[in-house]
């Protein structure tokens, strides 16, 4: 077995339990999130406090930032408190032989469309600093901390697109299967 295979086999989230798979998105893409907002918006204030005057856009993607920031947080909240807990409840469920738990938002389908609205807000506002900074090009001489800015908005872009990826194609569905298996038996 050569070391390519053990690492495709690493990262076959397919394969994972869904409570595993919580835990992976939580301790990896949550944990970024929290990490790098901070810095997000310690760099949108200053690149636009020094280069608003002349690139009229940062203001514009100041304001975006902090909005994408501010609904991952409280996104991430709501995953943490409400949605995450009742999967791994109907996972402990299908392990123990127990019905499905009764919850006060009737089915995991209610938060779970929740969840894909607020993936498409902080995508469109990804979208919209994307186009606005050129798709993350800092301009012609710019700055150490204007080019470490748009490196970090890449990065925190493709980090949102493999969180939201895991969590639209892999594990909602899966609990969504997992939740009508259970009320079946």
């Given amino acids: 077995?050569?070391?390519?295979?053990?690492?495709?086999?690493?990262?076959?989230?397919n394969s994972w339990k869904?409570?595993?798979?919580?835990?992976?998105?939580?301790?990896?893409?949550?944990?970024y999130v929290e990490e790098s907002?901070?810095?997000?918006?310690?760099?949108?204030?200053?690149v636009n406090h020094v280069h608003g005057h002349h690139y009229t856009e940062l203001g514009e993607i100041e304001a975006l930032v902090s909005q994408v920031v501010q609904a991952m947080a409280a996104h991430q909240k709501?995953?943490?408190l409400i949605l995450f807990p009742f999967i791994k409840r109907l996972v402990k469920a299908e392990?123990?032989?127990?019905?499905?738990?009764?919850?006060?938002?009737g089915t995991v389908e209610n938060p779970i469309k929740m969840m894909e609205?607020?993936?498409?807000?902080?995508?469109e506002i990804l979208r919209k600093i994307s186009k606005l900074s050129n798709n993350y090009t800092p301009p012609q001489g710019a700055c150490n901390t204007y080019c470490a800015f748009y490196a970090k908005l890449y990065e925190f872009e493709q980090d949102l697109h493999q969180h939201i990826h895991l969590e639209n194609n892999i594990l909602f569905p899966k609990a969504l299967d997992l939740e009508k298996k259970l009320k079946k038996n």
């Fill in 37 to 46: 907002s901070p810095l997000l918006l310690q760099y949108s204030k200053r």
């Fill in 1 to 13: 077995m050569n070391l390519d295979s053990i690492q495709d086999r690493a990262h076959d989230y």
């Fill in 117 to 123: 609205e607020d993936h498409e807000e902080a995508g």
């Fill in 78 to 80: 709501k995953e943490e």
């Fill in 95 to 105: 392990r123990e032989g127990n019905e499905v738990p009764a919850i006060h938002f």
């Fill in 18 to 31: 869904l409570d595993f798979l919580i835990d992976h998105i939580i301790n990896v893409h949550h944990h």
